[in-house]
């Protein structure tokens, strides 16, 4: 099977950078006064937007899916519901539509972001690098908002959508994954 690769990968560098940079940013935007609902809405869809829409060609032959769809979705979401039996803890805030909606945006976005767009610029790389590269970014991203006690967790929960990601050939997989996964912190 041949997947499609980001075409201008020098201007693609810069824009994982820039993405991940606001990612990393996010409690500087946030702490300015800025109302968090809007601003944190603006910045998944900005990231959603350009994630899909960096052109593409064809170029990088890779080995045809391991599995289908529905199982590789079966484990990655019985990892994230095991790593929340395990885990224990409380849901933060009440839920609220404005929680489901903001998680469930966050999630597809940096799915668009890490596994379609991110993914695809390691790829060239090989795709060991696409999936640790994908996964440890995903996970570096998230330190600022929940601090340095989380990157084990994120990089493993990185390492799950990543390799759903090679597993299927497609970001919609990890995309449901990780938005069931924030559900279920909310729950």
Known sequence: MTELVLARPRAAAVMVATGCALLVLRPVLLRDGLHPTATLTA???LLFAAGLAWPRRSAVRVPAAVSTALPVLLVGVGAFLLGRLIGGGHAPQP???RVV???SL???AEEVFFRHFVYDALLPGGAVLAVLGSAGLFAVVHVTVYGWWVLPID???????SWQRWATGSWKVPA???VLANLLVVL
């Not at 990089?155 to 959508?161: E, F, Q």
């Open 155 to 161: 990089l493993a929960a990185g390492l799950v959508l």
């Open 43 to 45: 910045l998944f869809v």
């Open 176 to 178: 449901v994954t990780h």
């Open 95 to 97: 839920l609220a539509l």
């Open 106 to 108: 966050a999630a597809i």
């Open 101 to 103: 909606a903001l998680s």
